[in-house]
Nanobody, 123 residues
């Protein structure tokens, strides 16, 4: 079981910056891909950015050039640096972590979600 604790959300004016963090803890064998998703008001959850264990990143077109995802494997933490924020970036941001459990010789995969952190960008 993996627990995720997110931090860094808040209220910012358009053009400003925020940095989100998500730390994983608990019992697991290894952490794989990590990512950030967001849910704008009255819309469905959407992908923002993902990063593999070796650091390969993928971004939604709407955030390319403005957001940067990174991770610290030693701390099991993923970050999202958000610059040049726009009102349309407003929403609840969730981190997601893929992990592997090992019990004896048996391996199993799982996925956990954070509790979400609110990001509000005012115009």
């Amino acid at each position: 079981q993996v627990q995720l604790v997110e931090s860094g959300g808040g209220l910012v004016q358009a053009g400003g910056s925020l940095r989100l963090s998500c730390a994983a803890s608990g019992s697991f064998f290894s952490i794989g891909g990590m990512g950030w998703y967001r849910q704008p008001p009255e819309k469905q959850r959407e992908l923002v950015a993902t990063i593999t264990r070796d650091g390969s990143a993928n971004y939604a077109d709407s955030v390319k050039g403005r957001f940067t995802i990174s991770r610290d494997n030693a701390r099991n933490t993923v970050y999202l640096q958000m610059n040049s924020l726009k009102p349309e970036d407003t929403g609840v941001y969730y981190c997601n972590v893929e992990y592997v459990n090992k019990v004896g010789y048996l391996y199993s995969r799982g996925s956990s979600w954070g509790q979400g952190t609110q990001v509000t960008v005012s115009s």
